[in-house]
């Protein structure tokens, strides 16, 4: 591989040979630092001919903007996604850390997303997933096959073409196994701790929260025990409200838009950067934007004592896979 100066171009915009037996794959490369969808704008609006992006570590949200404008990227995390016209192909995704000696299923991020739009009732084949969570078409097709080798999914029909259809094995397996994977997934995220006086969190988010991130444009949900008492009541007190974020809003700016302040413990507001597109597809419920009932279903499993009671209570009375209300 060569890296060259481009011509014309600032020190943050490479040209980059690769060579692959014959072939020769050229392109150009920008850097856009710490990865945030403002530092893909900026590094895309001086230099719109990019063809592949570098950064340390992509946000959800970056990684969503570049898949939308077809831009490859790479960041020091070890994840990829080039596909460039003359033949160059490079997808590599994180694993979830190892849970148990000698495993090597290991679930990844595109696999959680697909997963998230079929238990919210998406029809489990490659065109459909791809259009409802904007991955890649190969990414979909891997995720896919990913699950036929854990036997969550299965294609009694034709095995090969376009809309070739799968059906879900085990609704309770397939959902147990994701709630375990989007649990690892978790210890991974970005969060921050808020605090402010509020009586009610539910009360709140309906009359302040919710129109003040609805206001900046963001994109939110909530998801565990304040969730739950709107989707299925359970819990009878909400002692933290949590919330999830997308990525181009979760910034140091947010605690002054929750009219809320950063403390580092006593916190009453948790705020999650949203995982995965499909995380804050759940119901509006008392004006209120819920989370996925499966992503509440699985943080509150995570959070584990009373609020994985509460997590049962949810899947019995209201249910968590497709079809669900």
């Known amino acids: 591989m060569e890296v060259l100066p481009a011509p014309g171009y600032t020190s943050a915009v490479l040209e980059v040979i690769v060579k692959a037996g014959p072939l020769s794959h050229q392109f150009l490369a920008g850097w856009a630092g710490d990865g945030w969808p403002g530092d ?5 609006l001086g230099s719109p001919k990019v063809q592949v992006v570098f950064a340390r570590r992509f946000s959800q949200g970056a990684m969503a903007k570049l898949a939308d ?3 490859g990227w790479v960041d020091e995390a070890g994840q990829a996604n080039i596909i460039i016209r003359s033949g160059l192909v490079i997808v590599r995704e ?8 000698g495993d090597t299923d290991h679930w990844t991020q595109t696999m959680l997303s697909a997963a998230e739009a079929i238990l919210a009732g998406t029809p489990p084949t490659v065109e459909a997933v791809e259009a409802v969570t904007g991955m890649s078409r190969g990414a979909a097709a891997n995720a896919m096959a990913r699950f036929e080798q854990r036997g969550r999914l299965i294609r ?17 397996a397939f959902i147990d196994d994701y709630a375990q994977a989007a649990k690892g997934f978790r210890a991974q995220q970005k969060s921050m701790r808020l605090h402010r006086l509020m009586a009610d969190p539910v009360h709140v988010v309906t009359m302040d929260i919710g129109p003040n991130l609805n206001a900046v444009g963001a994109t939110w949900a909530v998801t565990g025990a304040a969730a739950s008492t709107l989707l299925a009541p ?23 838009v929750l009219d809320a302040r950063d403390v580092p413990r006593g916190h009453l507001i948790e705020v999650w950067e949203l995982p995965t597109p499909i995380s804050a597809k759940g119901p509006w419920i008392d004006g209120v934007q819920l ?13 584990g004592g009373r ?3 509460a997590a049962h209570h949810l899947r019995e009375v209201r249910g968590v896979g497709p079809g669900s209300k």
């Open 94 to 101: 994180p694993l979830l850390p190892e849970t148990s000696e």
């Open 307 to 309: 609020y994985e009671e």
């Open 40 to 44: 893909v704008d900026r590094l895309l």
């Open 234 to 256: 359970y819990l009878t007190d909400v002692t933290v409200l949590e919330i999830y974020v997308d990525a181009a809003h979760f910034n140091k700016s947010l605690a002054g």
């Open 69 to 71: 404008r077809r831009i």
């Open 291 to 303: 989370a996925l009932p499966a992503r509440v279903y699985a943080d509150l499993v995570a959070a």
């Open 156 to 172: 009694p029909g034709p095995k090969r073409g376009r809309g070739v259809a799968r059906q879900i094995v085990d609704v309770d």
